[in-house]
């Protein structure tokens, strides 16, 4: 489609139960009966979902960003989230923050869009007494403060990507998994502990 005079490739598309996502970048675009316009003269990235069945936009979501930024990929996970990735070039705002680009022209992020599964803990240990070392993690970490439990390894989609059974003084070795972020969730007696960890 055209925005502001200008071609607007897709970059990427997922289908989620009866919706479908588009993700790219835009300074200004219109679809439907649905607007946004980015005051600087950089693309932001967004998220478009419409109707599976008919077409029919139902929002066009951005990420208001500094730069001449881009949504690159996109996927959907069984809980009914999106997941947009893209590269930024200056300074993306997440909440308070603000996350800075330290990779010379781009950088890259990962979102998450959506508030299903956003909490795997129920009963929780004492947060004091469970840790996890090292982290950011190489090939192997520890947990101190758990003699034995079950543990499942998460990717950032939610994909189960390793499990097993950790037994006291004994690491849980990770150096199969591609770096990047990883949740750990240990069970034990009952309690759940859900912790996030950095493969380097």
């Known amino acids: 489609w055209q925005t502001n005079g200008r071609q607007c490739s897709l970059r990427s598309v997922a289908v989620n139960g009866d919706e479908v996502g588009v ?101 929780t240990f004492d947060n004091d007494k469970v840790k996890i070392y ?7 970490f520890f947990v101190e403060g758990i003699d034995e439990a079950e543990y499942e390894v998460y990717d950032v989609l939610g994909h189960k990507v390793q499990l097993g059974k950790l037994k006291s003084q004994e690491s849980i070795k990770i150096q199969d998994l591609s770096g990047g972020v990883y949740f750990v969730k240990l069970n034990s007696s009952g309690k759940t502990e859900t912790v996030k960890i950095t493969k380097l």
């Open 23 to 123: 993700t790219s970048g835009a300074n200004f675009l219109t679809w439907q009966n649905q607007t946004f316009l980015n005051p600087s003269s950089g693309n932001q990235p967004f998220i478009a979902r419409f109707n599976k069945s008919d077409g029919q936009i139902i929002a066009i979501n951005k990420i208001n960003s500094n730069g001449d930024d881009f949504g690159t990929a996109l996927t959907a996970d069984a809980h009914g989230n999106y997941y947009v990735g893209g590269r930024f070039a200056a300074s993306l705002p997440v909440g308070a923050e603000t996350i800075n680009s330290r990779g010379g022209q781009t950088d890259f992020f990962v979102a998450k869009f959506g508030q299903s599964n956003c909490n795997l803990s129920t009963t």
């Open 134 to 140: 090292p982290n950011p993690v190489r090939a192997e």
